[in-house]
């Protein structure tokens, strides 16, 4: 026993002489802790903000909480049974605009960053549609870091000539051509698991309702009952007839899905431009060349977009090392850091454009000009209360395929979740 | 458990009384102490909050939520309005799960073990390798057979690396099911209760328990007028009744009869009569249950129709499933048999039975215990089953879909806690209308034989 | 009380420290964890090695002779009674073309059990370019590409520790209370005896989603949020039920004459514990070893709530390999394979054992 304690002793001992104290050189000290689901392919961009935060500000001890899996559903789960706890992180991503207002700042978990924006002269650096999309109860609430475009068709430039056909315009055109995909025996439409179909619909929805009628869904203006919301949901299912939905798609992932394009067994992608990311740095392909792109059948001029955002939570410990990493985010070069290496365009104006690739030009391009709406399936537009269960309709949909069917449970989801209320 | 258990017993009693010190009785208090407060707060303390925000409307992730009591509402919803679609295939799903899963596990795992207990040459290796999915987490186990399960690889494609076709079947990607409609559940549910109550009225008469099938012909009769008067006069709008009404007057006279009902029951387990008051009992709990969701004319804000089943996706995480835990099986059947002495078996074929009806007709009854164990140890898997699916499938495909993951994705995706904790009870029912009876009777047999 | 008995509380509220130690580590976290590690082994060495040593020296040593035993606990004793051997030789009776059959009936399910094993150590070892190939599953890899291993064991490697020092020392918490659960609810009768019982076991069936957000606070309230010394406890408390339900139903089988006997000898509590029932425990340990063990090095969803970046154990970094979507898959597999050695070594070193403990305990009812 004693041979023990006397190890228990040293141990102490060991333990006190470790715990000298530090002295912050100058500036910040302490720690930060930053959560996100970025890991895998998207985690050298987060690990790279952070180096350059940990250059500037060497005496923080920068720790990087990732969860993931689940579609992000982990990490949901983590961080709010954390807020819930009394535990907030200095830091955490969170998807723009209803995911952030819907949950957190309704919730009075977030405070106002308009004096940050403010302080750093960001109010004109950032387009006023992203600014919307951060903004509620007189407050800006959020540091946006990316934009993707939602709203992005994919294919191979070359396998479209071997077959002789063009990049559909509309959803018609699309189905027009459609058997002659599937005579030569290939899969008109790549799909994959239930969140990518939910993606695929969003463009399906744009195209087919118009900008005005999108954006009138999530007032509540229209009615999801509406005639054409049913026609825009049998036509959904028709396009989904020329897709793999009933073969392999719930078990494949979106890699996977673009997969199939670039091997040839399908011809078209609707996914989100991190899918650029992926074909160009993972698989290696030159942008233009080895994978080409359109706007989403019926949404050319339109840009649906997401972002990610960082925000500064109430009661942290680190308060001011978390309002130095939301000025990093914000600021151009760390924007520039950022975005390249993940495979999205800058929320700002004013970031460099040549230190990104030929997609990403041209999705700046976009950007710059286009119409901008919020996506659904990524938590722009709706309330994650009608986001979560419209996994739920979307399955009644592909178990039922009547419109109507869908158009009512969708109702009976926006009535409760209070859209347009 | 025999009689050596039961002499244990009343011995224990005995020697407390005399040759026991108090300090010791003290100290085997004092050990139990610790692990009754932790469980204390740590089962029962969180499944008190979680009960009662199930009753609350909690949403939102306020610091301090409002959370306002609304009763049994959000377990209505479940049952009745479109809120609980997801949650109501989720429970069909379970249950066929559950079934499948069940027979799997102890048929594949009983013929590994007889096969096993041949004096087969490397046994050690084979039980190992039966054993070996046991130790891997669901998450390993699902991302690896969603992968293997794909209709464009894995399995199908096993056939092709010996030159053979491949092939084309759909496994987790197949939605089509053998349904039923939700709408047909209650009356369903209302037979079924008749005919166990016809079957208990039978078993009355003939052992002329007049009184006894006079109390069971009551329920009968009160359940057809019931239904006859509201059937009668249903229609989808016909919501709105008066202070009194008429109609109601069959409700009232048999919530008063359930009343007795209960108190007949309770009369009869302390009577020690568990089989009767089972018997009398399900149909009871079944009518409740039938009660609680609206009775006839439930299922007012049902959007359209709901087609449940058996959907042939199920097979996709079945398989995996029993691949994964019928080595359990067959390691406690593997020593369930190796514990029956040969004596029994030799008496067996002497008299003429051949090696396989000694199995199915010496062994597998003696087995019986070990079989019930075994399947409430996996029935609580399979009824809490969660990471198995989430890796499979992630989180909202609906045919393979359980009520674990969609706790999981009320609580922390919609933020809908109250909503969440509701389900989170029903799983809580669920697994407890299991594991309560099989509690009682196995310590209740302890005592008794 | 004897000697023994102060070793093996000394060593749990030893354990106990190593926790707090590890817990006020201050400003070096990597030094105080890896002291409050060295200072947990030794500690669960001191309390596991007496322990295997003794049993598995003495096999069965106290008052009666094993014999006795035989009828009640017909598998539970490591020494293997004639009837045991004798079952062995039962199958002669098989002919040739059923032993055959037998044998092809095996190792066609052996195979069929090992092809998911065969397909992730494959593709542990193919190419991120080869190892996405859905058609190209059953190949083997045309270079063994031991990279992923190194970037999986890099990634996993420092969460190692954790994992250990979480799963040893719940596993050997919730064995010993356990244990001293079972032989008080088995032999001593104390008023409620009979309703505690089934209430504890009752924990064993909860679904852990729904509770996790009182969890989390309750753990953060007793300020141990974010810290391996909070899971520890949430996997003891968790564990206990089971390891409880099969300690007791293990004992009940012990007859009560031996510890009749040992009281009469002034044996006490502890002491009957001590000389009688603990050195019969051994395939009791290893039922209860290999459960919790291989329950709680799996464990994700606690995992991931309750710790923090340096607490976490490598469930938590194996999902991250398998993160962000991954589509390198020969990465996530050979993190598996890494994962799942250590249980593999367990099963392997405790098998044996394991079929014996299973029939004299958890599965009585």
């Not at chain 1, 960053?113 to 407050?139: C, H, I, N, R, V």
């Not at chain 3, 039920?241 to 007859?255: A, G, K, Q």
């Amino acid at each position: 026993m004693s041979k023990r304690l006397v190890t228990l002793a040293i141990a102490a001992v060991l333990v006190l002489v470790t715990v000298a104290p530090t002295f912050a050189q100058d500036g910040l000290s302490g720690e930060l802790e930053i959560f996100s689901w970025w890991a895998g392919d998207e985690g050298p961009a987060l690990e790279a903000l952070i180096a350059k935060y940990n250059e500037m500000y060497p005496d923080v001890t920068v720790e990087n909480a990732t969860v993931t899996g689940g579609s992000g559903v982990n990490a949901r789960a983590v961080l709010k049974t954390r807020m819930l706890g009394g535990d907030p992180p200095d830091a955490f991503q969170v998807h723009a605009g209803q995911e952030l207002i819907g949950t957190w700042v309704v919730a009075e978990r977030m405070e106002d960053l308009t004096f940050l924006y403010e302080e750093e002269g960001w109010m004109d650096k950032f387009p006023q549609g992203l600014l919307d999309l951060l903004s509620a109860d007189g407050g800006i609430w959020s540091v946006p870091v990316n934009i993707h475009r939602s709203n992005v068709m994919w294919y191979v430039p070359a396998k479209l000539e071997e077959l002789g056909i063009e990049a559909p315009a509309t959803w018609d055109d699309f189905l027009a051509v459609c058997p002659t995909i599937q005579e030569a025996g290939l899969v008109p439409l790549a799909v994959a698991e239930n969140w990518t179909v939910n993606h695929l619909w969003e463009s399906v929805a744009l195209a087919e309702l118009g900008v005005d009628g999108w954006n009138s869904l999530w007032t509540g203006e229209k009615a999801w009952t509406d005639d054409d919301v049913v026609a825009m949901w049998d036509k959904f299912g028709q396009i989904l007839d020329c897709s793999n939905i009933d073969v392999d798609a719930a078990t494949l992932s979106w890699q996977q899905a673009t997969d199939m394009v670039i091997n040839g067994d399908a011809v078209f992608n609707v996914m989100g431009d991190w899918a650029a990311g992926y074909m160009a740095t993972t698989l290696g392909l030159e942008p233009g060349v080895g994978f080409g792109w359109a706007a989403a059948p019926g949404t050319a001029g339109v840009f649906m977009m997401l972002s990610d955002s960082f925000g500064l939570p109430k009661d942290i410990k680190n308060r001011d090392n978390s309002l130095a990493w939301l000025k990093l985010l914000g600021s151009q070069e760390g924007q520039d850091i950022f975005n390249p290496l993940k495979g999205s365009i800058a929320g700002r104006l004013d970031s460099d454009l040549s230190l990104y690739n030929a997609y990403l030009q041209s999705a700046a391009a976009d950007w710059q000009s286009n119409v901008v709406v919020g996506s659904l399936a990524h938590g722009a537009v709706a309330p994650e209360s009608f986001s979560s269960e419209f996994g739920t309709v979307m399955e009644i949909f592909l178990g039922s395929r009547s419109g109507i069917a869908a158009a009512n449970a969708s109702q009976a989801i926006a009535n409760q979740a209070g859209i347009g209320k | 458990m025999g009689m050596s258990a039961s002499r244990s017993e009343s011995r224990v009693v005995q020697f407390g009384s005399r040759i026991v010190a108090s300090r010791d009785r003290l100290y085997a208090f004092l050990v139990i102490l610790p692990s009754i407060i932790l469980l204390a707060i740590f089962v029962y303390g969180f499944i008190g909050q979680t009960f009662w925000w199930s009753l609350t409307d909690w949403s939102g992730l306020e610091a301090h939520a409002e959370k306002n009591y609304i009763g049994l509402d959000n377990y209505k919803m479940l049952f009745s309005d479109f809120g609980g679609f997801r949650f109501r295939q989720e429970l069909v799903n379970t249950f066929f799960f559950t079934l499948f899963f069940l027979t799997g596990c102890l048929v594949v795992g009983f013929l590994l073990a007889v096969a096993l207990d041949q004096n087969v040459k490397g046994e050690g290796l084979f039980r190992t390798i039966f054993l070996f999915p046991f130790a891997l987490s669901f998450a390993v186990t699902g991302t690896t057979w969603r992968w293997l399960l794909n209709p464009k690889g894995g399995v199908n494609v096993l056939p092709e690396v010996f030159g053979l076709k491949a092939w084309h079947y759909k496994w987790l990607n197949d939605r089509s099911a053998y349904t039923f409609n939700w709408h047909e559940l209650p009356p369903l549910v209302v037979i079924a209760a008749i005919v166990i109550l016809l079957f208990v009225l039978i078993r009355y008469i003939r052992r002329r328990k007049y009184l006894a099938a006079i109390y069971a012909s009551i329920p009968i009769t009160l359940v057809l007028m019931w239904m006859l008067s509201d059937w009668l006069t249903w229609d989808i709008n016909h919501k709105e009744h008066g202070l009194f009404d008429w109609q109601n007057v069959p409700q009232y006279v048999s919530a008063i009869f359930l009343v007795g009902f209960l108190i007949y029951v309770i009369h009869l387990l302390r009577g020690g009569r568990r089989r009767t008051a089972l018997l009398v009992g399900i149909p009871m709990v079944l009518f409740l249950g039938w009660y609680a969701t609206g009775g006839p004319g439930g299922f007012p804000n049902v959007a359209y129709d709901e087609p449940y089943g058996f959907n042939l996706a199920l097979i996709g995480v079945l398989v995996p499933a029993v691949w994964q835990l019928s080595g359990y099986t067959m390691a406690i059947y593997l020593a369930g048999i190796r514990g029956i002495p040969e004596e029994l078996r030799e008496a067996a074929r002497v008299d003429g039975c051949t090696e396989w009806q000694v199995y199915t007709r010496i062994i597998l009854p003696m087995l019986r215990p070990i079989t019930l164990s075994a399947a409430i140890v996996l029935g609580h898997i399979s009824l809490k089953i969660f990471d198995l699916i989430f890796a499979m499938v992630g989180t909202d495909y609906l045919p393979v879909s359980v009520p674990g993951v969609q706790v999981y994705v009320t609580m922390f995706r919609s933020n809908k806690f109250a909503v969440g904790s509701a389900i989170a009870m029903m799983l809580l029912i669920m697994v407890a209308s299991v594991i309560i009876p099989y509690l009682a009777t196995s310590l209740q047999s302890e005592h008794e034989v | 009380m004897t000697v023994a008995t102060w070793i093996i509380f000394g060593a749990l509220i030893g354990s106990l420290g190593t926790y707090l130690l590890y817990e006020h580590r201050g400003y070096e976290p990597d030094r105080g964890a890896l002291i409050g590690g060295l200072v947990g082994a030794v500690g669960n060495l001191i309390v596991l090695i007496p322990l295997w040593g003794y049993i598995l020296l003495k096999g069965v040593p106290f008052g009666q002779p094993a014999t006795k035993l035989v009828p009640v606990t017909v598998s539970a004793i490591p020494v293997e009674p004639t009837q045991y051997a004798r079952a062995r030789q039962r199958s002669r009776l098989l002919k040739h073309s059923g032993r055959f059959a037998l044998y092809a009936f095996l190792i066609i399910l052996a195979i069929v059990y090992l092809l998911p094993v065969y397909t992730v150590v494959t593709t542990s070892l193919k190419t991120p370019q080869e190892a996405g190939q859905l058609k190209q599953v059953w190949d083997l890899p045309s270079e063994l590409h031991w990279k992923s291993y190194k970037t999986a064991f890099d990634e996993l490697g420092p969460k190692l520790r954790n994992s250990f020092l979480l799963t040893i020392n719940a596993t050997v918490l919730s064995a010993l209370m356990g244990s001293m659960n079972g032989y008080v609810l088995a032999k001593w009768r104390f008023p409620g005896a009979n309703i505690v019982f089934p209430l504890m076991l009752f924990g064993m069936f909860i679904p852990y989603q729904s509770i996790l957000i009182p969890l989390f606070q309750f753990i953060q309230d007793i300020d141990l949020g974010g810290s391996l010394t909070g899971l520890v406890i949430a996997h003891v408390v968790y564990g206990l039920p089971i390891t409880t339900l099969i300690f007791r139903n293990y004992y009940t089988e012990v007859p009560t004459e031996m510890i009749e006997a040992g009281l009469i000898d002034g044996a006490g509590f502890f002491g009957v514990y001590r000389w009688i029932l603990f050195p019969l425990s051994l395939p009791g340990f290893v039922v209860v070893i290999i459960w919790q063990f291989t329950q709680i090095w799996n464990e994700f969803l606690f995992a991931v709530t309750l710790t923090n970046e340096n607490s976490q154990p490598i469930t938590v970094a194996l999902a991250l390999l398998a993160g962000g979507e991954a589509v390198k898959w020969n990465l996530p597999m050979a993190g598996a394979v890494l994962a799942a050695l250590p249980t593999l070594l367990v099963y392997i070193i405790l098998g044996r054992y394991f079929i014996r403990g299973l029939l004299a305990g958890s599965v009585k009812g």
